[in-house]
């Protein structure tokens, strides 16, 4: 089982920033993908972006250049810094984990940060 506690969500004007900060602990495997989507009121849960033990990167089309993923595998924290944020990027924020082998692959979920952008 693994764990996820996020943190850093709140409120902002538009143009500001915000770092959202998650803590994985528990049965991490060596090849993992850790990463943040979002989840706006009446839409689908969506890839924000998510980043790969192995360092790879993927964003979504609409954070790229605003929005910066990283980690620290040593101590398994996954940070989402955000800037130019915009009132459309209001939404629950979950950090998720993947563990994978081969074919296998197990997902963990946070229980969501809020993020609301406004004036």
């Known amino acids: 089982q693994v764990q996820l506690v996020e943190s850093g969500g709140g409120l902002v004007q538009p143009g500001g920033s915000l770092r959202l900060s998650c803590a994985a602990s528990?049965?991490?495997?060596?090849?993992?993908?850790m990463g943040w989507y979002r989840q706006a009121l009446g839409k689908q849960r969506e890839l924000v972006a998510i980043v790969g033990s192995g360092g790879f990167t993927d964003y979504a089309d609409f954070v790229k250049g605003r929005f910066t993923i990283s980690r620290d595998n040593a101590n398994n924290t996954v940070t989402l810094q955000m800037s130019s944020l915009k009132p459309e990027d209001t939404a629950l924020y979950y950090c998720?984990?993947?563990?994978?082998?081969?074919?296998?692959?197990?997902?963990?979920w946070g229980q969501g940060t809020q993020v609301t952008v406004s004036s």
């Open positions: 998720n984990l993947e563990n994978r082998a081969g074919l296998f692959k197990n997902t963990y």
């Open positions: 528990g049965n991490i495997y060596s090849v993992n993908t």
